[in-house]
Nanobody, 114 residues
């Protein structure tokens, strides 16, 4: 059974930082590209950042220079370091494992107050 469990969300003031973690089980983690998506209320889910099996990264324009995605294959975990947070970063953040199928976590709420 595939499980992706996000943690690290919460309430933070604008300009602050949070680090999200996503622990994976039930998959060969190193074989999967991993990604973080977010969905704000009333909006569609959107890609935030992704990291390939080899460690190449890609970021959505709104988060470039502020967010960093990384992975630790020994721990089956992907991270999202979020700095200089803005109120518009408020959303539910989802972890995804990407190969032939896409697996999703349950999401973690990030709220940035102004």
């Amino acid at each position: 059974q595939v499980r992706l469990v996000e943690s690290g969300g919460g309430l933070v003031q604008a300009g602050g930082s949070l680090r999200l973690s996503c622990a994976a089980s039930g998959i060969i983690f190193s074989s999967y590209a991993m990604a973080w998506y977010r969905q704000a209320a009333g909006n569609q889910r959107e890609l935030v950042a992704e990291i390939t099996q080899g460690g190449r990264t890609n970021y959505a324009d709104p988060v470039k220079g502020r967010f960093t995605i990384s992975r630790d294959n020994a721990k089956n975990t992907v991270y999202l370091q979020m700095n200089s947070l803005k109120p518009e970063d408020t959303a539910v953040y989802y972890c995804a494992a990407l190969l032939r199928s896409t697996y999703w976590g349950q999401g973690t709420q990030v709220t940035v107050s102004s």
